[in-house]
């Protein structure tokens, strides 16, 4: 597991300084006669040296998580339930704010994000709330206060807005309770509570939207019509057609009141929005849908063997945006094809695998739900990011574990594995 880890993340660095790398037409025939070793040398240090900055302080909170027992650690669940709910309400209050969402605290020229710690912090603290909970999981009663535990940084991260942290929670909080018993039936059908309701927001926003729309026509429709028959019709048939636009921009001005409220106590417009474009990415090809329209034309430009380091026209004419944070995984593809994208996946294979070895092996119940929690968070996290990237999920800003250029991802991502790490050197239990 260590050893595919490294390879991500040495393959990781090549795909962000080349990703980061912007040129013409003209200097890209520069690199056509160079061998890989010559490449490298060209690749844009600027966020390379800053990702290997966290990346080695990454691996100091990894050795320390591995060097402190995992059962002290979650001794210490509700100190760090409470750290966890005050880092995240501090964001609202002096969060920095970037990409129009404020999910970030600087303190002096650094800048993290604790969202991303609360996904392992969440795992942690709900492994201890499980481990006591265990026998009163089988029926629903047991559920609900597991809900409310996982619910206060939910609502409280999806008010930064952050829709793709809230889901890794979710999903971390599914996993987490099928691995502490609880049965599966009933997580099935909270499943299909869920997705039930988020289809019928989704009709509701579909409904307000088209009936906006078709309200905004016959408005400019029907205004140069009144005007014209005001200024040389019949003066009944004005005062007439007066009537009816007044009614339909009142009407169109409820809606509206409507469509804002909906938005405010529910998804906010853009993040509707990815579900239409997910639905239909060609429906706003220069707006919503850019992002995996441009995704899916380069990753299937790549072909078998990808179009060689360094030569990916979609990337480097920055045709592709936010190439080197949550579409990374297009620049790899457009590169080296799907034989480099079948690698990362092998790598990535190999990390659960592993994992899912260690779930099984843990010696109490605590290192399982730890575990569990930390797998569970590594698949849906690679799923959601790579799905995105080909079309098959909709674009919910979730990074590619040990691969996106950012510290708070790779910190986090690296002291996960070391939890991991540390319930497998601790799987045998001491009998004296």
């Known amino acids: 597991m ?23 037409p003209e200097s890209l025939r520069q690199f056509e006669n160079l061998n890989i070793f010559l490449r490298l040398l060209h690749l844009d240090y600027t966020y390379f040296s800053k990702q290997i900055l966290w990346i080695f302080l ?47 605290i600087q303190i002096g ?11 392992l912090l969440i795992i942690i603290t709900f492994a201890a709330f499980l481990a006591k909970r265990e026998e009163r999981l089988n029926s629903w009663s047991g559920l609900w206060p597991c809900f409310l535990y996982i619910g206060l940084p939910f609502i409280i ?6 829709l793709g942290t809230s889901l890794v929670l979710i999903a971390i909080m599914f996993g987490m309770l099928f691995f502490a018993g609880a049965k599966p039936a009933h997580l099935l059908v909270l499943l299909g509570i869920g997705i039930i309701f988020t289809a019928g927001i989704f009709t509701v926003h579909m409904y307000l939207h088209q009936a906006q729309d078709s309200l905004e026509k016959q408005i400019l429709v029907l205004r140069p019509k009144e005007k014209i028959i005001s200024q040389v019709g019949d ?20 809606i509206s009141e409507y469509h804002k409220l909906f938005h405010r106590y529910t998804l906010k417009e853009y993040q ?21 329209w441009q995704s899916l034309i380069t990753v299937g430009s790549g072909g078998l063997v990808g179009k060689g380091f360094l ?16 579409f990374i995984f297009s620049v790899v593809g457009e590169e080296f094809g799907f034989l480099g994208a079948l690698f990362l996946l092998s790598l990535y294979f190999i990390i659960l695998y592993r994992g899912t070895k260690i779930i099984i092996q843990a010696r109490d119940n605590e290192g399982v739900l730890l575990a569990g929690g930390i797998v569970t968070m590594f698949v849906f996290q690679v799923f959601v990011n790579i799905g995105m990237t080909i079309g098959i999920m909709p674009v919910t800003g979730i990074p590619l574990p040990l691969f996106s250029y950012g510290g708070s991802n790779i910190i986090m991502n690296l002291a996960a594995l070391g939890l991991l790490l540390n319930i497998y050197t601790r799987r045998k239990k001491i009998i004296f």
């Open 235 to 254: 003066k009944d048939e004005a005062k007439e057609k007066n009537v009816k636009l007044i009614a339909l921009e009142e009407k169109y001005q409820a």
């Open 311 to 326: 030569e990916g026209t979609q990337s480097h004419f920055t045709f592709l945006p936010i190439r080197h944070t949550d």
């Open 272 to 292: 509707m929005n990815r579900l239409t474009i997910f639905l239909n990415p060609q429906k706003d090809i220069l707006g919503a849908g850019y992002h995996i």
């Open 109 to 119: 020229p650094l800048t993290f994000q604790p969202s991303e710690f609360a996904k």
């Open 2 to 24: 260590l050893g595919a880890t490294l390879i991500i993340i040495f393959f990781s660095l090549i795909m962000i300084g080349s990703a980061t790398l912007e040129y013409t």
């Open 157 to 162: 991260i999806l008010k930064q807005p952050d």
């Open 58 to 104: 990454g691996f100091g909170v990894m050795a320390l998580m591995v060097y402190v027992p995992y059962e002290d650690i979650i001794k210490q669940a509700r100190f760090l339930y409470v750290l966890n709910l005050f880092m995240l309400i501090m964001v609202l209050f002096v969060g920095h704010t970037a990409l129009g969402a404020q999910r970030w």
